[in-house]
């Protein structure tokens, strides 16, 4: 992570995207922990590390914004992808309350988070471990193309919400103010 963000330190940021992850679906005693390591070692830690110098290096460029990916899974938790949604958890909270941090610091960085429901890419051949990917047409009632969740990450981009957000029922995107509590904390 540390390599990756310096090697682009030649260039002006005006958006960053942090969209690298990968899913795990097995109940949490059969889950391949080997697997689980580097999916938590991407999904949290190297998100992480990239927000952090990003947002140490631009929070005070005006129309900065950084957007983390989260999921569904990140706001519901859902069975056989515990560990999965777990990090996901994590991704919402911490993008959310960087979003409260910049704004009680009157910053010009907007921080913000897309979760996506399923979506037709290469996400569900990587966490079921198959050899090709998996066709979403008459296997799931709903899901959406890569194309639509580029369409809604454009729409969260263009507003003022922190959240872009796939319904798991009805697959209708909403664009929400933060869903997770903040408590300021008291200063002495």
Not at 121 to 136: H, I, M, P, W, Y
Request: hydrophobic share 40%; net charge negative.
């Amino acid at each position: 992570a540390y390599t990756l963000y310096e090697d682009l330190k030649g260039y002006e940021i005006e958006t960053w995207i942090n969209n690298a992850g990968f899913g795990n679906f097995a109940s949490v005693g059969d889950q391949n922990l080997t697997k689980i390591e580097t999916m938590l070692n991407l999904n949290i830690e190297a998100l992480t590390i990239l927000t952090s110098l990003y947002v140490r290096d631009y929070s005070s460029v005006e129309g900065t914004q950084l957007i983390n990916v989260s999921s569904g899974g990140g706001y519901t938790i859902i069975g056989n992808a515990i560990t999965y949604c777990a990090s996901k958890f994590y991704v919402s909270a911490f993008t959310e309350g960087l979003a409260h941090e910049l704004k009680e610091k009157g910053a010009s960085m907007q921080a913000k988070v897309l979760a996506p429901a399923a979506t037709e890419t290469e996400f569900a051949k990587v966490s079921n471990d198959l050899e090709e990917n998996v066709k979403f047409e008459g296997l799931l009632p709903k899901y959406h193309t890569a194309k639509e969740m580029a369409g809604f990450m454009l729409d969260l981009y263009d507003s003022e919400k922190v959240v872009g957000i796939v319904d798991g029922l009805t697959y209708e995107f909403q664009l929400k103010d933060p869903i997770y509590p903040y408590a300021v904390r008291m200063r002495s």
